[in-house]
Nanobody, 120 residues
Framework: QVQLVESGGGLVQAGGSLRLSCAAS????????MAWYRQAPGKQRELVAG???????EYIESVKGRFTISRDNARNTVYLQVNSLKPEDTAVYYC??????????????WGQGTQVTVSS
């Protein structure tokens, strides 16, 4: 059974930092490009950052220079270091495969996410 467990979120003041973690199990994601996504209240889920199996990264413009995605293939874990947080970064953060989201019982599988709340 595939599982993605995100953790590390919290309430921080603007300018603060957090390190988000995503532990994957039930499937070997080491050959998958992985990504972090986020969904703010009333908005659609959006891609934030991606990383290839070899470590090449991509970021949306609004987080470049502030967020860093990394991975530990041996531990089947993906990280997102988020620095210089802004109130507009407030969202639930999810990780998943970049291009091949797992299908569980006929539906795309997403973990529970981790809430990041940034106060001004």
């Amino acid at each position: 059974q595939v599982q993605l467990v995100e953790s590390g979120g919290g309430l921080v003041q603007a300018g603060g930092s957090l390190r988000l973690s995503c532990a994957a199990s039930g499937r070997d994601f080491s050959l998958d490009a992985m990504a972090w996504y986020r969904q703010a209240p009333g908005k659609q889920r959006e891609l934030v950052a991606g990383i290839t199996p070899g470590g090449n990264t991509e970021y949306i413009e609004s987080v470049k220079g502030r967020f860093t995605i990394s991975r530990d293939n041996a531990r089947n874990t993906v990280y997102l270091q988020v620095n210089s947080l802004k109130p507009e970064d407030t969202a639930v953060y999810y990780c998943n495969a970049r291009y091949s989201v797992p299908i569980v019982r006929g539906k795309p599988y997403w973990g529970q996410g981790t809430q990041v709340t940034v106060s001004s």
